[in-house]
Each structure stands twice: as structure tokens, then as C-alpha cells.
């Protein structure tokens, strides 16, 4: 069972930027897939980037493309999401989630979620 542990939101003017960290305990995440996602008030949760185990290949909501990068070190057994040029639209709870190639194969969905941390882009 991989446990997850965000950290890293908080506070920031628009066009400032943010980096949260997932941290994973219990279980190596080799050969699991990482991924970010966000629920703004109100909003269902939605997609934000994705990282494969290897790390050589990424995936962004178009809403991010080219301000969020996301990247993992696997010596760490840790994820990040490096948030620039932030505005009030970025404002929700973020997550980071994960899950072992073989079940993603099979059912397109995360296995394991982290409980989530604020990000808030005041205007």
C-alpha cells in the first residue's frame, strides 16, 4: 500500500510561482505512474499532469501546458509539480496520486491518492 504525502501549497500573488513535493512512504513507487489533480470550489477534480515511472514521458491538461512541469526522483520516492506563472484560475486543492502500471493497464484509473494541499493565486 503506497501512502502519499503532499506538501508545498500555500499563498501566492498571480504570476508568482509554487513547487509541491509528493512524498511516498510504505512502497517504492517503481513502476507506478504519478499524476497531479486539482478541485477548485464548487468543481469536480480534475486532471492536472502525469509522469510515467521512467520519467521520460509527461502528459498536462492543456490548461497548464507550458507553465507546470512536472517531474519525480525515484531515489527520493518523490513527485513534484513545479507551478509558474500562476493566476487566480489555479486556485484549489491539489493532489497527487499513483498507481502501478499493471492496474492502470487494466482499469485507467489511480490506486493510491495523497490528501491534497491548498493552492490559493490571489489577484
Known amino acids: 500500500q503506497v501512502q502519499l504525502v503532499e506538501s508545498g501549497g500555500g499563498l501566492v500573488q498571480a504570476g508568482g510561482s509554487l513547487r509541491l513535493s509528493c512524498a511516498a512512504y510504505?512502497?517504492?513507487?517503481?513502476?507506478?505512474?504519478m499524476g497531479w489533480f486539482r478541485q477548485a470550489p464548487g468543481k469536480e477534480r480534475e486532471f492536472v499532469a502525469q509522469?510515467?515511472?521512467?520519467?521520460?514521458?509527461?502528459t498536462y491538461a492543456d490548461s497548464v501546458k507550458g507553465r507546470f512541469t512536472i517531474t519525480r526522483d525515484s531515489a527520493k520516492n518523490t513527485g513534484y509539480l513545479q507551478m509558474d506563472s500562476l493566476n487566480p484560475e489555479d486556485t484549489a486543492v491539489y493532489y497527487c496520486?499513483?498507481?502501478?502500471?499493471?492496474?492502470?493497464?487494466?482499469?485507467?484509473?489511480?490506486?493510491?491518492w495523497g490528501q491534497g494541499t491548498q493552492v490559493t493565486v490571489s489577484s
Open positions: 510504505a512502497q517504492t513507487l517503481n513502476y507506478h505512474l
Open positions: 509522469i510515467n515511472w521512467s520519467g521520460g514521458s509527461t
Open positions: 496520486a499513483a498507481v502501478h502500471i499493471t492496474s492502470y493497464s487494466k482499469t485507467g484509473r489511480y490506486d493510491y
